[in-house]
């Protein structure tokens, strides 16, 4: 039987094997893999512990925070400050960007990171997870961070990643060169590779939307939910959870398509561009996977805000594909 392969191992293997992955890319993703584990402790406690439901307080949304949202971006802010890697930090939670070390003068890399998504369900113990990215810092170092080093297009990725908290508690993520999921053991807290080279079955049979949404949604969208529902007898079927991590991950293991459109009371879409949207569209193209909003490749928005929303629609090839054609269908001619 081969030796099991921890995180630390791989990431420090990745560094040798692609000399442009740098020591403080290795220790960021270090440090994220601890941050992850301090938060996994915490959601498996939540109810003991006492830290279920609202904080009282709200994010840069106007949401309320549940207490554990609070807990996990304070968690990954400490962990992510202390490294010497981090310039700056963008939280789905705060108002503004985070500068690190004299104004963000120090540190190759950026990160955005939506610390805890899909918390409104950890009441009923529904899984959650956290959402982040990594990009390179555009000003030189040695000069204080500005708006253009957190608002790149999703083409500047360097990494993404997802941490799954469920029935076991996973860690996804791609340095542009695959896909590799880790799953924490328990027993002495420790993240080992598990789901090595991820990706998306060619044809996904799944598609996860809000069915709430469906009337307000685009006719493209009306059109292909339609045609998944008529072609159930071949096998297609509905599954949707809520959070989008959760959502995400079962459609890239078993193959499938997540759609949050655009829709007449949020014509922008609701999901994230920079926190949700970008990190799972890229960690889709690498897994073999696309993501579009309503019009193009989700990685092609050049981002003009922190909190800039999206609709979004990734998984399967081939349901990209039908959702596409059902675009050009529904499209005026003028």
Known sequence: MSKAITLQEFIMDSQAEFPFVSGQLTRLLSDIGVAAKIVNHQVNRAGLAGILGQSGSQNAHNEDQQKLDVFADSTFMRILTAGKSVAGIGSEEQDDY???????????????????????????????????????????????????????QGTEQVVAGYILYGSSTMLVYTTGTGVNGFTMDPAIGEFFLS?????????????????ALLDASPPAVQKFIGGCREAQGLGLKARYIGSLVTDFHRNLIKGGLYLYPSTKSNPEGKLRLMYECNPLAFIAQQAGGHAEDDSSNILDIQPTSLHQRSPFYVGSLNMIQGLRSCWMSTADPK
Do not use: W
């Not at 789901?195 to 069915?211: C, L, Q, R, V, W």
């Open 195 to 211: 789901h090595p080279a991820m990706k998306f079955p060619e044809t996904g049979m799944i598609y996860s939307i809000n069915d």
């Open 98 to 152: 985070i500068l690190c070390h004299d104004h963000g003068k120090e540190g190759k890399y950026v990160v955005m990171i939506d610390p805890l998504d899909g918390s409104s369900n950890i009441d009923v113990n529904v899984s959650i997870g956290t959402i982040f990215s990594i990009y390179r810092r555009v000003t030189p170092l040695g000069a204080p961070l500005s708006d253009q080093d957190f608002l790149q």
